[in-house]
């Protein structure tokens, strides 16, 4: 059902690399939430009116709050997809990110309500009225609800998006929601047991625990996290893949939403190539990973000399003293010059950030390997961060 929709009304559909397609997706997720939404509102309100079940109340204003979710997850594509501007050169693609975060925090105030209510239903218990029509109503809720979580992570995971996914978790906890209310009704006219304030309670803390995990996920491309280990491979994959590229280091990716990921990147060349030919070479790079991988890609040329007789051995052990430390990623950059008292090895050492050595331990230490090898030798190091996964290194 749900491809029969993307095919229906989506042009394209198949392309969600588009702006265009990505914007469709959400704008369709969030008329069929809003319309869908609606009807089940209705619905359980008047069956839990005829009831009296305050879980079935609750159950219907969730609908509603489901309803301003799918209106909050259309705006938020549709602002998303405005153009850059002079104050967001980068566009407007987070703001998908924040309308996630807002969904999950009204799951998560749904959530403190739903708790509340269910408290005040376990001190003052009513029995619940049984009726066919109840039983049936809900069950179509159901149905409605497996439907809903199912379309809206189905398009989340098309198009990458985490605030589609945000909506579709929303709608499997009103299916978990709506099913304890079920047994709380069944188990009142079975049994006699009054369990619908209890089932609430617990179904509540589902809930919130659920939005506090969301919140987690939607605010983690806000602060800036890890870019993908998937992403980063192919950068690695695509760039190592040309002849004259000798290493990278450096990569760096910011997202600034679906569709919006710039990066840089450090490649190292042969210095005795002519330079006209390594920059041709980065030139062609830079537009290979923008095209393949539709990201903006800033590529950097470093000229490496690899006529030092002192650079094989000085690699060997500067790599060797380094694996041997816990959370040293890798060294690049290493240039050697000589002086007329003494040589400059310079290299830059790149640390993950569990690394819990001190820069002057790991400095003593390597200094003194290279020291070992050559008296006159001394260490000039810089210490990076890795903001991705590790990179190639000579």
Not at 114 to 125: T, Y
Not at 260 to 287: G, P, Q, T, W
Not at 365 to 385: A, E, H, T
Request: proline share 4%.
């Amino acid at each position: 059902m749900a491809n029969f929709l993307f095919k229906k009304f989506i042009k394209n559909y198949e392309d969600v690399k588009d702006p265009k397609v990505r914007d469709s997706y959400g704008k369709l997720a969030g008329i069929v939430g809003i319309l869908s939404n609606l009807l089940l509102c209705v619905m359980k309100m008047l069956v839990g009116l005829i009831s009296g079940s305050i879980a079935i109340v609750a159950d219907a204003v969730n609908n509603l709050a489901d309803a301003s979710s799918s209106v909050i997850t259309l705006a938020g594509f549709k602002l998303a997809a405005m153009p850059e501007d002079e104050e967001h050169p980068y566009g407007h693609a987070r703001i998908e990110y924040i309308a996630g975060m807002v969904v999950s925090l009204i799951i998560i105030v749904v959530g403190v309500e739903l708790g509340k209510s269910s408290f005040d239903k376990i001190l003052h218990p009513e029995p619940l009225e049984f009726s066919l029509s109840v039983v049936i109503v809900l069950l179509i809720a159901i149905g409605i609800k497996v439907w809903q979580a199912m379309f809206n992570i189905s398009a989340g995971k098309k198009i990458k998006s985490l605030a589609l996914i945000a909506t579709g978790t929303d709608s499997r906890n009103d299916v978990i929601a709506t099913s304890a209310v079920l047994i709380s009704i069944i188990a009142g006219y079975v049994l006699d047991m009054q369990i619908d304030g209890y089932m609430g309670v617990v179904v509540a803390l589902f809930i919130i625990w659920s939005g506090i995990s969301l919140v987690r996920e939607t605010i983690s491309p806000l602060l800036g996290e890890a870019p993908d280990p998937e992403l980063v491979q192919q950068i690695e994959d695509i760039t190592l893949s040309y002849d004259g590229v000798i290493g990278i280091h450096d990569l760096v990716v910011h997202n600034y939403g679906p569709g919006k990921i710039f990066a840089s990147i450090h490649i190292e060349v042969d210095s005795s190539v002519d330079v006209m030919i390594s920059h041709d070479l980065v030139d062609n790079i830079e537009r290979r990973l923008n095209k393949d991988l539709d990201i903006f890609v800033t590529a950097h040329m470093d000229p490496v000399n690899l006529g030092d007789p002192n650079r094989e051995p000085l690699s060997h052990i500067i790599g060797e003293a380094l694996s041997e430390l816990e959370g040293v990623v890798n060294f690049h950059d290493l240039r050697i010059v000589p002086g007329p008292t003494h040589t400059n090895v310079v290299f830059d050492v790149v640390l993950s950030p569990e690394c819990k050595l001190g820069k002057d331990e790991i400095t003593d230490l390597i200094c003194g390997k290279v020291k070992n090898y050559n008296p006159s030798f001394f260490c000039v190091i810089s210490y990076d961060m890795s903001y991705a996964q590790k990179t190639s290194s000579i």
